[in-house]
């Protein structure tokens, strides 16, 4: 089975410019959420889809995030204008119960914004 | 507000000794706790969880971690440490009945020879 996959790993754009993440769960999971960790800092929710729904997106930092997740299938994570410090890791995972199971992370994309 | 707290933002340990990785945690309502492992390079991987039933839970690699409620704490263990388990861990919670995780700092396990 394969895992939950993340392009690009790593991203590196000048402040101003726009960047989309991409993240593919695994085949079967409703539940898809996105994550980021900033300066070795605890990794924070952003949002959660349930299929292609917005279940929970209080923890999207501002209007310059933009999350879809059109079909229900993959998602994409898109920062326009990119700022300095929205540098992180940006983790999306996959679960396909609710319900007290634990969610699968992909890699990771490294966002940096100089 | 919900909170989880890694105390230690690195924890060194000789191989072949016993290793402790803390967290303690400030959720409402019954907790659901996890542990993930994130090795270089890569994503996070799911080590083991307390969901309800016994409080002591074993997991992956040979690692189990002890649920107290009254200490509110998961602490992650493991009896003799390897090399190969050097990585950054995460400590996790989630309220019954809510989908969002909330993650501790990470703590840098370093296993020396």
């Known amino acids: 089975e394969a895992g939950v996959t993340q392009f690009p790993s790593h991203s590196v754009i000048e402040k101003g410019q726009t960047v989309t993440l991409r993240c593919d769960p695994i085949s079967g999971h409703d539940n898809l959420y996105w994550y980021r960790r900033v300066m070795g800092k605890e990794i924070k929710f952003l949002l959660h889809?349930?299929?292609?729904?917005?279940?929970?997106e209080s923890g999207m930092p501002n209007n310059r995030f933009l999350a879809e997740r059109t079909g229900g299938t993959y998602s994409t994570l898109k920062v326009q204008p990119a700022e300095l410090e929205d540098s992180g890791v940006y983790f999306c995972?996959?679960?396909?119960?609710?319900?007290?199971?634990?969610?699968?992370f992909g890699q990771g994309t490294r966002l940096t914004v100089v | 507000a919900q909170s989880v707290a890694q105390p230690e933002d690195q924890v060194n340990v000789a191989e072949g000794n016993p290793l402790t990785v803390k967290c303690t945690y400030s959720?409402?309502?019954?907790?659901?706790l996890f542990w993930y492992v994130q090795y270089p390079n890569r994503g996070l991987q799911f080590l083991l969880k307390?969901?309800?039933?016994?409080?002591l839970v074993k997991g992956s690699y040979g690692f189990e971690a002890e649920f107290n409620k009254s200490q509110t704490s998961f602490h992650l263990k493991k009896p003799s440490a390897l090399v190969s388990d050097s990585a950054l861990y995460f400590c996790a919670v989630r309220r019954y009945n809510f989908n969002k995780f909330y993650f501790g700092s990470g703590t840098k396990l370093n296993v020396k020879p």
């Open positions: 959720v409402s309502g019954n907790p659901y």
């Open positions: 995972a996959s679960s396909h119960d609710d319900r007290g199971t634990e969610a699968f």
């Open positions: 307390y969901i309800t039933g016994d409080n």
């Open positions: 889809f349930v299929k292609e729904s917005k279940q929970d």
